[in-house]
């Protein structure tokens, strides 16, 4: 059995660097809070619970003196309320979730309704509305009713969503609104790394016979790197862990693609592949005996 790891999985450069970024704050001062999880993966949460890094849900939890906001960002408010307690604050904001967030607070002060093409309880999502003043909303469905005082619209996605997905919220939000526009802004938001991997799964997809998406439940890039693969009409299963995997899925297979989303260790996807291996090869020592107990000419229904 072949197992094959997608061109571009796992990490991205924001989730790596906020990861140094806590673990470096948590081993000059013992110990930190984050205000909610630094990624959306119980592996790396739990890891970082260990080095000192606590999850808090607000500045009201924090004890240990230094906060940190996570790569996904937090509005303005986080950092005027932290320098008012006296926090240290430690901002692991992803620097492509900052471009968003300025395009927003500055589109907003030009007088434009802005709209981002997103989950509304996302924590990216929530951060960059919160620098719009109230003049932000997010939406999935390109027809959902929003009111257009101005008729001035920006239109921005979450990071996470596909450059594929985007073009096609655009198209149908004008679409259905353009009788209420009269200037139209389009920020192109979307992460490439994010795309790189959707790309990378669509590719593995094509190329296997089963697919191991390894992430956090609780990931939405994960689920839709899921989805992605589904979609194409391959097996796919969405693990969290290498003991999840089921010999049952290897049986028959002659490849077998791992991916995971931009929130799982290198450790989750190494400790994957490595029992892939292992079950295969017990699959493949299995059906050696099973073909050892044939006898010649007598091959069985
Ligand atoms: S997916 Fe992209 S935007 Fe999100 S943290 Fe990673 S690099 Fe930053």
Known sequence: ???VRAKALGFCFGVRRAIDMVEEAADERGHIDSLG?????????DGLVEKGVQVVGGLDDVASGTVAVTAHGRGPEITREAKERGLDLIDATCPIVRKSQKAARSLCAEGFRLIIYGETDHPEVRGVLAWTE???TAILD??????IPRRKVALLAQTTKSEESFAKFVARFVGHNIG???ELRIVNTTCPETDERYHAARELAAECDLVIVVGGRNSANTRKLAQTCADTGVETHHIERAGEIKSRWLEGKDSVGVTAGASTPDQSIDEVVARLDKLGEQLHAKGRRAGQRLQPGRVGA
Do not use: L
Request: charged content about 25%; hydrophobic content about 40%; overall charge neutral.
């Open 1 to 3: 059995m072949r197992i």
């Open 37 to 45: 999880s630094i990624v959306h993966n119980p592996v790396v949460v």
């Open 134 to 136: 109230g003049k932000g």
């Open 142 to 147: 390109p027809e959902a009713e929003i009111d």
């Open 180 to 182: 209420r526009i009269n």
